[in-house]
């Protein structure tokens, strides 16, 4: 049954393209296009949702080469409306284009991710307005009948990274956004870090700079790195859009700063192979890459001997090799993880 699934998903996305070109651009989203027409047919058909603080990226394909349409949804403080549209886009694609064998979920957090919990699935905190307690898996997943990968955004980066980026062959790394908020995807000998809960590192305190007594923007913490260095952040501390702050301005060192305290931090807990940092803010600005750098082997102060803080720091803390795509994709890596796990688990049925 799940091979006759398989092939009609396959016929399905070699009809495509044509298909494809009458997507209507009716349905409310920010953009809606068809990004590659080619399909890969030795790959199983996935979905991927990636639910951000702006917008929520729905995406269907095998892989990053491989991507028959993406569209982008304004995420409101109305999370059934948002979630009917994500729902609506699934609905038609799977029309348009055959069933696809699995969904992944990557959403902005904290999520409550215990196997077994009754909460297992929802946003659990007030992070968002109008999102806490919102099931995401029950509200998108289950309704399709197919494999389920759900995680954090930034745990679906770092899987796309892992899987097709800059983190390819390496077991321990990190995955940083820096845009909306600042989130950190930890893989820890090859899997994400998860204990009571997922790590949340852009709330980490950190030194602060000696002198700079700016109390920050996070509802909680005031000063977290996220408080400090965030798009919305920086913002608030210059009294204009980020966008609109000249390159030469003192406050790109300022968030740095606060970065480069985190990537201390990181370094000395699981010590990544590598840091890959994107997000807006740093995609936007990469002299906050250099001062972050910069700053880390200061910080550090020469404690640790190692090629990747002397030599090789510019190896070392890196863009993601997926550039702006580290996200959508971290959506499609957690449904190819998901298809992954529900064939290993069928096989070991037979
Ligand atoms: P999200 O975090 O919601 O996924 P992004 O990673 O795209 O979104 O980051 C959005 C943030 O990036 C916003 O706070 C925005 O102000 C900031 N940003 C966008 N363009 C620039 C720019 N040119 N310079 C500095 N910051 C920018
Ligand atoms: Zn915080």
């Known amino acids: 049954m799940r091979e006759r699934a398989a092939r009609e998903s396959r016929k399905a996305a070699a009809r495509a ?13 920010l953009e809606h296009r068809r990004v590659r027409p080619s399909m890969n047919r030795s790959q199983p058909l ?14 269907i394909g095998t892989g990053p080469e491989h991507i028959l349409a993406q569209t982008a949804i304004p995420t409101s403080a109305d999370a059934g409306e948002t979630l009917r549209q994500i729902a609506d886009v699934l609905r038609r694609w799977q029309q348009m284009h055959g069933a696809f064998l699995a969904l992944g979920l990557a959403s902005f957090g904290p999520l409550d991710l ?11 905190s007030p992070a968002k307005p109008g999102w806490a307690g919102v099931d995401i898996v029950g509200r998108l997943g289950r309704v399709h009948g197919v494999p389920v990968g759900f995680n954090t955004d930034v745990i679906g980066a770092a899987l796309a990274e892992g899987r097709w980026g800059g983190a ?13 908020g600042v989130g ?11 204990g009571c809960t997922h790590s949340e590192l852009g709330h980490v305190r950190i030194a602060r700079r000696p002198g700079d007594l700016w109390p920050g923007i996070c509802r909680f913490h005031g000063d977290c790195v996220e408080g400090l260095a965030s798009g919305p952040a920086i913002a608030a501390r210059a009294g204009l859009l ?12 300022l968030a740095a700063h606060a970065i480069g305290q985190l990537v201390h931090t990181m ?3 699981t010590a990544p192979q590598r840091i890959l940092v994107g997000g807006g803010v740093v995609q936007a600005r990469p002299q906050i890459l250099r001062h972050v750098r910069r700053l880390l082997v200061e910080s550090l102060n020469g404690y640790l001997d190692l090629e990747e803080l002397t030599g090789g720091v510019d190896r070392y803390v890196v863009p993601p090799g997926l550039g702006a795509r580290a996200g959508p ?22």
């Not at 950190?184 to 998860?194: M, T």
């Not at 796990?341 to 037979?350: K, P």
């Open 168 to 180: 390819r062959d390496l077991a321990d790394f990190a995955y940083m956004t820096v845009g909306t």
């Open 46 to 59: 996935l979905c991927g949702v990636e639910l951000g603080g702006t917008k929520c990226v729905c995406l």
């Open 242 to 253: 980020a966008e609109d702050i000249p390159d030469d301005n003192p406050i790109w060192e």
């Open 184 to 194: 950190v995807g930890l893989v820890v000998a090859g899997k994400p870090v998860f």
């Open 17 to 29: 393209p044509a298909r494809a070109a009458k997507l209507s651009s009716a349905d409310g989203c």
């Open 267 to 269: 370094v000395l807990a």
């Open 329 to 350: 994709l971290g959506a499609l890596a957690l449904a190819a993880d998901a298809y992954a796990a529900s064939q290993a688990s069928r096989a070991t049925v037979i």
């Open 114 to 124: 215990r196997a077994g919990s009754r909460a297992f699935g929802q946003i659990t």
